[in-house]
């Protein structure tokens, strides 16, 4: 009886998102904000990636949104976890080739993740994706050797300090020109990296404070104990 | 016969996994199959956001990438997807985290049996008669014998 509702929801659902879908016309987007940025971003902003400057500039109260969502679901999954006991036996070590691998790779993905974060405004990549990457640079080295787990506190420090450095650049815009998060110091030259003035202090921020929340959540996920204290 | 071209394909298919992942979660009785389940729906989703910004002949929305002066995608779409991605993260680490203290307490994630679980504690919390009887026909109830409760996930008063 279950499975057959199920089938007829979803074969509803499916009709009705057809149908929705046929009469949209693919390739001619009915909005009218999209072309409308396309035009303005680049004297506006002065972005290469419009992407970016759609994330950061028209839509950066948005990202700051999104920003504390994660910070609420980091804080929230730490605090349903709770820590780790001291006299728990730690996990044993990975193999030979995950901890040569994890030292391989980390400083190699240190620098991508720092070159994604501050060429976010020219290519595609920014905070979210290079901040990604950044945690999984410091995972890695969890995964190899689970006992010498991440500090908590510097991953915590960072990311305040992260989120502080976000709302302070917004704050700094709202005081000197009277909307919260407008780019500042002025466009730069297109397409060169230090161009479209705040967006890149932005996007590290965003890089540093994605970064250090996953890799803290991740560590706190894989640090838990399997059995109840 | 169905036209197929390159457009019907991508919309099947974003639609496909939309579906797909709704299915799963009113089919499944795992929690963690459920998870997967909203998961695969947000890759449908994602990809139908992104394919509703798509222009025909048009290049990624990143200037000097393409040819001068060709038309370029929808970038809000694409910056909505983003969001959705980082918040799906979210919401799938809270979700695992919520279902390692669930096991930890009920060495179980079957929903059904979950259920069966909670309607006892809640009865014998309130110290009223636990819905169902334990003698009745299994009929009326997902789950004929009870459970025994598990010594190491009692639950705090």
């Given at each position: ?9 979803t074969?509803?659902l ?216 | ?12 298919g974003a639609i496909g996994l939309l579906l797909i992942g709704a299915a799963g979660l009113v089919m499944c009785?795992?929690?963690f199959r459920m998870l997967l389940a909203l998961v695969i729906a947000e890759a449908g989703v994602n990809l139908l ?35 959705a991605i980082?918040?799906g993260?979210?919401v799938q680490?809270?979700a ?62």
């Amino acid at each position: 009886m279950r499975n057959v509702a199920a089938i007829l929801f979803t074969g509803g659902l499916g009709f009705l998102l057809l149908v929705i879908a046929s009469q949209l016309g693919f390739g001619e987007p009915p909005m009218r904000v999209g072309q409308g940025i396309l035009d303005v971003a680049a004297t506006e902003v002065g972005a290469a990636n419009i992407v970016t400057s759609v994330l950061l500039a028209y839509r950066g109260l948005d990202t700051l949104g999104e920003l504390s969502i994660l910070f609420a679901a980091a804080t929230a999954a730490g605090l349903v976890l709770g820590q780790r006991r001291a006299s728990a036996a730690p996990d044993p070590e990975a193999g030979f080739i995950l901890r040569a691998g994890a030292d391989l790779l980390f400083p190699l993905l240190l620098v991508v993740g720092f070159y994604i974060i501050l060429h976010g405004h020219l290519t595609p990549g920014g905070g979210f994706q290079g901040g990604v990457i950044l945690a999984a640079a410091f995972f890695i080295g969890v995964l190899a050797r689970p006992a010498e787990s991440l500090d908590h506190t510097a991953i915590v420090v960072i990311e305040g300090l992260a989120g502080a450095a976000f709302i302070g650049i917004g704050l700094w815009a709202l005081l000197a020109d009277g909307e919260f998060l407008k780019p500042m110091l002025g466009t730069g030259t297109l397409g060169t990296l230090v161009s479209a003035g705040t967006l890149p202090l932005l996007s590290l921020a965003i890089g540093l404070k994605v970064g250090s929340e996953l890799a803290g959540l991740m560590t706190s996920l894989s640090g838990t104990e399997a059995r109840e204290p | 016969m169905i036209e197929l071209d390159f457009v019907t394909i991508l919309y099947c298919g974003a639609i496909g996994l939309l579906l797909i992942g709704a299915a799963g979660l009113v089919m499944c009785n795992n929690l963690f199959r459920m998870l997967l389940a909203l998961v695969i729906a947000e890759a449908g989703v994602n990809l139908l956001l992104i394919l509703a910004g798509y222009r025909g002949g048009a290049t990624a929305p990143i200037l000097g990438f393409g040819p001068a002066g060709a038309p370029m995608v929808d970038p809000v779409p694409q910056v909505l997807v983003l969001t959705a991605i980082v918040i799906g993260v979210g919401v799938q680490a809270l979700a695992v985290a919520v279902m390692v203290r669930v096991y930890r307490a009920y060495g179980t994630l079957d929903v059904r049996e979950l259920k069966t679980r909670f309607e006892f504690e809640v009865a014998a919390e309130q110290g009223i008669e636990p819905p169902g009887s334990t003698e009745g026909p299994a009929g009326g109830r997902p789950l004929s014998p009870v459970p025994p409760r598990p010594q190491h996930g009692e639950a705090r008063p």
